[in-house]
Nanobody, 127 residues
Framework: QVHLVESGGGLVQIGGSLRLSCAAS????????IGWFRQAPGKGREVVSG????????IYGDFVEGRFTISRDILKNTVYLQMNSLKPEDTAVYYC????????????????????WGRGTQVTISS
């Protein structure tokens, strides 16, 4: 059983930055593809970013436009999402998700492909 815990959310002003963390336990990131998703009030869950188990493949939602960077620390078994130039429309609950996957496979874009989910962390951008 994989357990995921997100942290790092908060309230920031327009143009600010946050770094979200997703700490995994129960399995090594060497065997897991990790995705970040977000859900704003009244909207569906959308993919923000993802990283393959080998780190050879990363994906980003179209709205990211170079503002976010996904990375990981294998020693800490943690994936990070660095978010810069934040906009009010980035306000949402951010979730990380995991699925066992071969190293070179691209992380899934579809939330339904992930087996394990964290409880989420709130990100609020104020004007």
């Amino acid at each position: 059983q994989v357990h995921l815990v997100e942290s790092g959310g908060g309230l920031v002003q327009i143009g600010g930055s946050l770094r979200l963390s997703c700490a995994a336990s129960g399995a090594s990131l060497d065997y897991l593809a990790i995705g970040w998703f977000r859900q704003a009030p009244g909207k569906g869950r959308e993919v923000v970013s993802g990283i393959s188990s080998s780190t050879s493949s990363t994906i980003y939602g179209d709205f990211v436009e170079g503002r976010f960077t996904i990375s990981r620390d294998i020693l800490k078994n943690t994936v990070y999402l660095q978010m810069n130039s934040l906009k009010p429309e980035d306000t949402a609950v951010y979730y990380c998700a995991a699925v066992p996957q071969p190293g070179i496979a691209e992380p899934p874009l579809d939330a339904d492909a992930y087996d394990y989910w964290g409880r989420g962390t709130q990100v609020t951008i104020s004007s």
